[in-house]
C-alpha cells in the first residue's frame, strides 16, 4: 500500500515521515518518534491513556490516523516541561498531592488537564470532574487528581496575577 | 487493533469529494470525526478500501443563520456546537443533548454530520433531529437534494442516503422565542449510548400546551418520532393525565432490544420515565 507524506509539529519541533494510512497516530507517536509517554489502554476510545494535545484539542490518539494529524500543532505529555526540565504546574501538582499511584493514566490526564485548564482557568471540582471524564484511572485515584488539578489551576492563576502584576 | 489498509484521499471541496465518492463507489467512505468508523474499522467490521477525509472543507464547517433557519455544517464538532453562541441563544437544545454525548476528547472530534448519517441507532442527535424537524442536505453527483430528518431513518445504519450521496447541512428551523425544550438521557456511566433518552420541545399558550414536539433514542432500530405521543399534551394543561397519555403513547411504539442496557420491558418504561422528566422540565421552562 502507497505511503503517504506528512509533515507535523510535534512538541514544538517540526518532523515529516511517511506513513502508511492505516498507522493510528497513536502508534507513530510512540514507535517511529519514540514518545512513549502518551499510553495505549483500551485502544477503544474509552480509557483516555493516549490523549494529546492537537491545534489546542485534547484528542484520543488510538482513534485518529497519523494521515489525519498532516499539518498539526501536537503536545504529548513529553513537551509539557520546560526545556530546563522544569516540570510543568500540572506536572508538580500531580506529585505534590500524589494524584497518581502505578502512573499509566498519568500522562492522558495531565495532558487533558491543561486543554481544561487552558479553556478554564478556574474550574469548580464538577467541572473538573466532567472536564476528564473522558480518562479512566483503574487505581481509583480521582480524589487526589481533582485535587492536584484545582492546585495546579490555583498555581497558574497566581503566576499569571503575578506576570500581568509586572 | 490495525484496520485493513485504505487507500486515503482528502479532497477540499464538496464537489470533490462528491465526485470520489461516485467514481470510488460502494467501497469508499467519507471519513468525519471518525469516532464511529475507525473503532469499527480497528475491529475489521468496516474494511472500506478507500477513505476520503472531509476535515479540508472549509465550507462544511460553518454554524450560520439563514432567516429563521440554522444551517450546521456537517463537520462542525460537539465541541463546536457546545460553544456556539447562536446554537446557546437559539437552539440550547442541542448544547445540553451534545453535552451527554460520549466525552470531552470525542466530542473535539465527532461531527453533527457524522452522528446524523451514521444511522447509528444509539447516537443521540438523530432523534432530536426528528423532534426539531430538520432537514438534511444531501449532495449528489446530480446536484442537492433535502430529505427530513423524520424520514430519513430506515433500519439500523439504513439510511436515505444513496451511493454517491454526502450529507453536508443539516437546517432546523428555529422554535419560538419562549420554548421549553429538555433531552432526558439515561446512561450507565459517561460515554455510554443511551438505554433510552426524550427529546420534548413545546410551547405554551396562557397556561395551555400550544405545539409540542417529541422523538425517543435508542428504543428501536431507528429514532423514533412520537407523534401520538406529542398530541397526546397539545391542549392540555400538561396536567398528570395528559402527560400520562403522552408516556403511554410514546412506550407503546418502543421496540428496543434486551443487552447490556437493560431488558427491553425496562428499556420500553424508561423511555417513559426520560419523557414523564423531559416535558415537566420543558412545561418549566417554557415562558
Not at chain 1, 484539542?57 to 504529548?76: E, H, Y
Not at chain 2, 456537517?74 to 437544545?93: F, K, N
Request: with cysteine; net charge negative; aromatic share 4%.
Amino acid at each position: 500500500m502507497a505511503k503517504t507524506h506528512v509533515k507535523m509539529t510535534v512538541n514544538g519541533k517540526e518532523v515529516e515521515a511517511l506513513v502508511e494510512p492505516r498507522t493510528l497516530l497513536i502508534h507513530f507517536i510512540r514507535e517511529d518518534l519514540g514518545l512513549t509517554g502518551p499510553h495505549i489502554g483500551c485502544e477503544t476510545t474509552h480509557c483516555g491513556a493516549c490523549t494529546l494535545d492537537i491545534d489546542g484539542k485534547s484528542v484520543k490518539s488510538c482513534t485518529l490516523f497519523a494521515v489525519q494529524a498532516d499539518g498539526a500543532d501536537i503536545r504529548t505529555i513529553e513537551g509539557m516541561a520546560a526545556p530546563d526540565g522544569a516540570l510543568h504546574p500540572l506536572q508538580e501538582a500531580f506529585r505534590e498531592h500524589h494524584g497518581l499511584q502505578c502512573g499509566f493514566c498519568t500522562p492522558g490526564m495531565i495532558t487533558r488537564a491543561y486543554r481544561l485548564l487552558q479553556e478554564n482557568p478556574n474550574p469548580t471540582d464538577e467541572e473538573i470532574r466532567m472536564g476528564i471524564a473522558g480518562n479512566l484511572c483503574r487505581c481509583t485515584g480521582y480524589q487526589n487528581i481533582v485535587k492536584a488539578i484545582r492546585a495546579a489551576a490555583e498555581v497558574m492563576n497566581g503566576a499569571d496575577a503575578k506576570e500581568a502584576a509586572e | 487493533m490495525i484496520p485493513g489498509t485504505f487507500s486515503y484521499h482528502r479532497p477540499d471541496s464538496v464537489d470533490k469529494a462528491v465526485a470520489l465518492l461516485t467514481e470510488l463507489g460502494e467501497e469508499a467512505r467519507p471519513l468525519a470525526g471518525g469516532h464511529s468508523l475507525i473503532p469499527m474499522m480497528k475491529l475489521r467490521l468496516a474494511q472500506p478500501e478507500h477513505l476520503i477525509d472531509l476535515s479540508q472543507i472549509d465550507a462544511l464547517k460553518s454554524i450560520t443563520r439563514d432567516g429563521d433557519t440554522v444551517v450546521i455544517g456537517a463537520m462542525v464538532s460537539q465541541h463546536d456546537l457546545i460553544d456556539s453562541g447562536e446554537i446557546a441563544a437559539s437552539l440550547p437544545i442541542l448544547i445540553e443533548t451534545a453535552k451527554l454525548i460520549a466525552d470531552p476528547q470525542v466530542r473535539y472530534v465527532g461531527t453533527m454530520g457524522g452522528n446524523v448519517a451514521n444511522g447509528d441507532p444509539g447516537n443521540d442527535m438523530p432523534a432530536l433531529m426528528q423532534c426539531l424537524d430538520a432537514r438534511y442536505v444531501l449532495a449528489g453527483p446530480n446536484g442537492s437534494r433535502e430529505v427530513a430528518a423524520r424520514d430519513f431513518y430506515e433500519a439500523a445504519y439504513f439510511t436515505k442516503l444513496e451511493a454517491g450521496e454526502l450529507l453536508t447541512e443539516i437546517r432546523i428551523p428555529v422554535p419560538p422565542a419562549g420554548h421549553g425544550y429538555a433531552y432526558e438521557k439515561l446512561k450507565r456511566k459517561v460515554g455510554d449510548y443511551a438505554t433510552a433518552a426524550a427529546a420534548v420541545v413545546l410551547t405554551m399558550n396562557g397556561g395551555s400546551c400550544a405545539s409540542a414536539s417529541i422523538a425517543l433514542t435508542n428504543v428501536g432500530d431507528t429514532p423514533l418520532f412520537a407523534e401520538a405521543a406529542a398530541a397526546a399534551l397539545v391542549g392540555s394543561t400538561l396536567d398528570k393525565a395528559a402527560i400520562d397519555a403522552a408516556v403511554s403513547a410514546a412506550e407503546a411504539i418502543t421496540d428496543p432490544a434486551s443487552d447490556g442496557r437493560g431488558p427491553a420491558e425496562y428499556r420500553t418504561k424508561m423511555a417513559g420515565v426520560m419523557l414523564r422528566r423531559a416535558i415537566e422540565r420543558a412545561k418549566a421552562r417554557a415562558a
